[in-house]
């Protein structure tokens, strides 16, 4: 037994240490990467789904680390919200998104993710208010995804910081719909302007009925709350029929492209918008 404490000690004490090493070292590089113009915004379309058409892009962060390649949000946000540094990094990003959105086709909008800590501050509505000012972009063409978790810890400031984004004219739309733990009763207690289903339950379309079910009454619930609905993660063509017949009304996935840089961004509204 006294060996087998031991054995943990040496075992787990100074893999921890690396983790947390290697998590502070990367905190640090970030801080810097974000003055060095390392970060970069890429774009993914989203779409009607009876017509194909391009409706806007979610803004996605990305880092072109120097060494270590393109870096994915996944290994950067959630440092990023550990150190608060995220508040920077996300006024960052929606001015970066906003700026590039202005050079779209006029209807096309942009989503722009907001994490749990933007949302607490209470600057937050002045700070979009500013981006949209200092780039010009039309208020109804930015759209803020927010996830449950955001409105978890404290509720009312959240609410009352969407609630002034939105009476500017600014759209509001739930992020990752079906995967927190109130997903109904954050709808009912805020008026979005989008739902956006996750793409866990888009996935098994096609050959799990638990999903088809969920996805179809999510779509049913938001007919009836008159919210429409965009199915994340549509990567076939099996998926996107099944979500023409259940009459949902946009998606975003690879069948309709990866995110891309802002160039290859803006060259895409070009060629659609030429059509
Ligand atoms: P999210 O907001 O749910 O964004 C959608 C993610 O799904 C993106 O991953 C996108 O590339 C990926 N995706 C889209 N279509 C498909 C598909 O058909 N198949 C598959 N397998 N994946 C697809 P990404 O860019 O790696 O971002 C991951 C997460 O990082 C985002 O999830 C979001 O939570 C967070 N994130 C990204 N940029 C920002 C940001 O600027 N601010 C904040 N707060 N979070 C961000
Ligand atoms: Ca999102
Ligand atoms: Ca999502
Ligand atoms: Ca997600």
């Known amino acids: 037994r006294a060996k087998a404490s031991s054995e943990q000690v040496v075992i787990y004490d100074p893999a ?43 803004a996605l962060a990305r880092w072109r680390h120097p060494e ?16 608060g540094l995220i508040r920077e990094l996300g006024v960052w990003v929606l001015n970066a998104a906003c700026r590039e959105a202005v050079s779209w086709a ?22 979009v208010l500013d981006a949209l000012l200092v780039t010009g972009l039309e208020p109804s063409r930015l759209e803020l995804e927010v996830t449950e978790a955001s409105l978890i810890s404290d509720k009312r ?7 002034s984004v939105k009476a500017a004219g600014v759209r509001i739309a739930m992020d990752d719909y079906g995967t927190g733990y109130a997903s109904l009763s954050t709808l009912q207690t805020f008026p979005f302007d989008k739902i956006k289903i996750d793409q866990s339950f888009i996935k098994p379309l096609g050959r799990d009925r638990q999903a088809a079910a969920i996805v179809r009454s999510t779509l049913i619930l938001g007919e009836a709350l008159g919210i429409p609905v965009l199915a994340e993660g549509v990567e076939t063509e099996t998926q996107l029929a099944f979500l023409d017949r259940a009459r949902c009304r946009e998606a975003q996935g690879y ?21």
Not at 22 to 44: D, I, K, P, T, Y
Not at 157 to 163: L, Q, T, Y
Not at 260 to 266: H, I, K, Q, S
């Open 16 to 58: 921890m240490d690396e983790v947390s090493r290697a998590r502070s070292l990367m905190a640090v590089e970030l801080r810097a990467a974000l003055e060095l113009g390392q970060l970069e915004v890429h774009f993914q379309a989203q779409s009607d789904i009876p017509t194909r058409d391009l409706v806007g892009f979610e």
């Open 68 to 83: 270590r390649g393109m870096i994915p949000p996944s290994d950067f946000i959630p440092i990023a919200e550990a150190t």
């Open 106 to 127: 006029e209807p096309l909008r942009v989503a722009v993710n907001v994490a749990p800590q933007q949302l607490a501050q209470p600057d937050f509505a002045e700070t």
């Open 157 to 163: 400031r959240a609410e009352e910081v969407m609630a």
């Open 255 to 275: 069948l309709f492209g990866k995110p891309c840089g802002a160039a290859e961004t803006a060259e895409r509204v070009r060629e659609q918008w030429a059509r």
